[in-house]
């Protein structure tokens, strides 16, 4: 089954760190870059990481850059994003993406296939 | 960055009607734009990638249309799943970005 599974999220306090992990099965990983999007409550989306198929390129939005880290496992079909010095403005569901566009170099930038997203929540 | 302003923030019609989404670039896109569907409570999905191709298994009442810095969505006879949030989003530059997202509703 083609899927993407989410996990890691919950309620942490302002300044505290969590890492997300994003599971893939069903396709061929190593080929595809990952991204996550998240969705404050209420609203749009918002691109917020990417990382290439094979790991060389990673690109954030400015309001994570610097706070957040994407990386992959292939040997575990898995993507993390470390999110650190987290605020309230990050209180959002997030996704992660499949990119559309296979050994893309910089990432092509469409997204194919979503999971089913994990809810994070910056309180105190 | 890019800003995507979706029109009209909610379209009200009925089952059977034509629905018309626009999407404006604050410069231009290329072709490079996408739409998505996002029924309540669930993920997104990909419909049209670059303005007019539609990704697999979307039905052929959804088409795309458009390049540069004008984007329409159409579709052309509404089936009660269809009514939900559509947003555009470009990937002509970095970062990536999405519209506001227009609501059709019945």
């Known amino acids: 089954q083609v899927e993407l599974v989410e996990s890691g999220g919950g309620v942490v306090q302002p300044g505290r760190s969590l890492r997300l992990s994003c599971a893939a099965s069903g396709f061929s990983f190593g080929s595809y870059g990952i991204h996550w999007v998240r969705q404050a409550p209420g609203k749009g989306l918002d691109w917020v990481a990417l990382i290439s198929y094979d790991g060389s390129y990673k690109d954030y939005a400015d309001s994570v850059k610097g706070r957040f880290a994407i990386s992959r496992d292939d040997s575990q079909n898995t993507v993390f994003l470390q999110m650190n010095s987290l605020r309230a403005d990050d209180t959002a569901v997030y996704y992660c993406?499949?990119?559309?566009?296979?050994?893309?170099?910089?990432?092509?930038?469409?997204?194919?296939?979503w999971g089913q997203g994990t809810m994070v929540i910056i309180s105190s | 960055e890019i800003v995507l302003t979706q029109s009209p923030a909610t379209l009200s019609l009925s089952p059977g009607e034509r629905a018309t989404l626009s999407c404006r670039a604050s410069?231009?896109?290329?072709?490079?734009l996408a739409w998505y569907q996002q029924r309540p409570g669930q993920a997104p999905r990909l419909l049209i990638y670059?303005?007019?191709n539609r990704a697999t298994g979307i039905p052929a009442r959804f088409s795309g249309s458009g390049s540069g810095t004008d984007f329409t969505l159409t579709i052309s006879s509404l089936e009660p799943e269809d009514f939900a949030v559509y947003y555009c989003q470009q990937r002509s530059t970095w970062p990536l970005t999405f519209g506001g997202g227009t609501k059709v509703e019945i």
């Open positions: 410069q231009t896109v290329s072709s490079f």
């Open positions: 670059d303005a007019s």
């Open positions: 993406a499949k990119d559309r566009y296979r050994l893309a170099t910089t990432g092509g930038g469409a997204f194919d296939l």
